[in-house]
């Protein structure tokens, strides 16, 4: 039986439950997940706070259930210290350093939609310039690609670009661990953080038997506001990095980062305010934002898209 096909509509719903609906629903998803793989499954933990929710709601099912770590040497200080102070955690290193990849590769700039076809491009593949002139592959006009032409400009950047350091880093370790052990995922993602996240989500459900590498998102209908709530109301320790989770106009907040992944990942980086990931990086981690800015050469990459990178002036942040 396929799993079933939600729409935004039903999504909305879902995320709209209490926390408490939503706890139970997630636990009888890694339930029903466990039990059809006869327990041959273990918890994708990054150390961020997402992945810290799911992994102890499944331990509260499953006490012994196992966890994978992938070092990819781009982490928070504080996350790497914080998985280690968690059992059972299989550590992963992938086969290319972050250097290698961008020398290979690109820099993973804008977002994995704009870097991917811009990669692609640049080797001459047809698809990817049309989608990049905001158009279909055969040359018609694509409302949704219309989103891609203000970033034509980066098709002469003189810097590589692609969306391959996320595959090659973090999914290929974990790709073949699953494949040695026999084992299959569950993850901490939710479809509220990206659309492809939610597109996954209502295609497959929280738990995608169908897929080709068949994985669970258990939290995939939880919000932010979830995950925070759940993290104070469990008393549950999580990575230092996050600060303390307190309630500022109404919503749920950490006073240090809002989100870890990768510290050196430019994706997004053009939407956030000021203080961004790299000015606050400045003063909470020099020795990174020096190494980040300029010895990997994210600094030029940054400039060149008008992503500010230096503490801001005159606004309390340095």
Request: aromatic share 12%.
């Amino acid at each position: 039986m396929s799993e079933a096909v939600y729409t935004k509509q039903d999504l909305s719903i879902m995320q709209a439950w209490p926390l408490e609906r939503k706890i139970m629903v997630t636990q009888a998803k890694i339930i029903e997940w466990y039990r059809h793989y006869g327990g041959k499954v273990s918890v994708s933990f990054s150390g961020g706070k997402d992945s810290t929710v799911a992994l102890d709601l499944a331990r509260r099912a499953f006490p012994d259930i196992p966890a994978v770590f992938v070092d990819t040497g781009l982490e928070y200080p504080e996350i790497r210290e914080f998985v280690k102070s968690v059992s059972n955690v299989t550590w992963l290193r992938p086969e290319l350093p972050f250097t290698k990849v961008v020398e290979q590769y690109g820099y993973p700039v804008i977002s994995k939609e704009v870097a991917h076809r811009i990669y692609y491009a640049r080797k001459g593949s047809n698809w990817a310039i049309q989608n990049m002139n905001g158009c279909n592959k055969d040359g018609s006009f694509s409302q949704f690609y219309q989103r891609f032409r203000k970033w034509h400009f980066l098709m002469e950047a003189p810097f590589p670009i692609s969306a391959r350091c996320c595959e090659i880093m973090k999914k290929r370790p974990i790709h073949r661990y699953t494949k040695e052990n026999g084992v299959v995922q569950i993850t901490g993602t939710m479809a509220c953080e990206s659309m492809r996240r939610e597109s996954t989500y209502l295609k497959y459900g929280c738990n995608a038997f169908n897929k080709g590498e068949p994985t669970s998102q258990p939290l995939s209908f939880w919000t932010e506001r979830d995950v925070l709530q759940y993290l104070r109301m469990t008393g549950i320790p999580y990575a230092s990095i996050y600060g303390d989770i307190v309630e500022k106009n109404g919503k749920l907040v950490t006073t240090g980062a809002q989100r870890t992944g990768c510290m050196f990942c430019m994706f997004g980086a053009h939407l956030e305010k000021k203080p961004n990931r790299f000015q606050r990086m400045a003063l909470t981690h020099p020795k990174q934002h020096e190494f980040c800015i300029n010895k990997l050469g994210c600094g030029k990459v940054l400039d060149f898209i008008g992503v500010p990178y230096q503490p801001c002036q005159g606004c309390g942040h340095g």
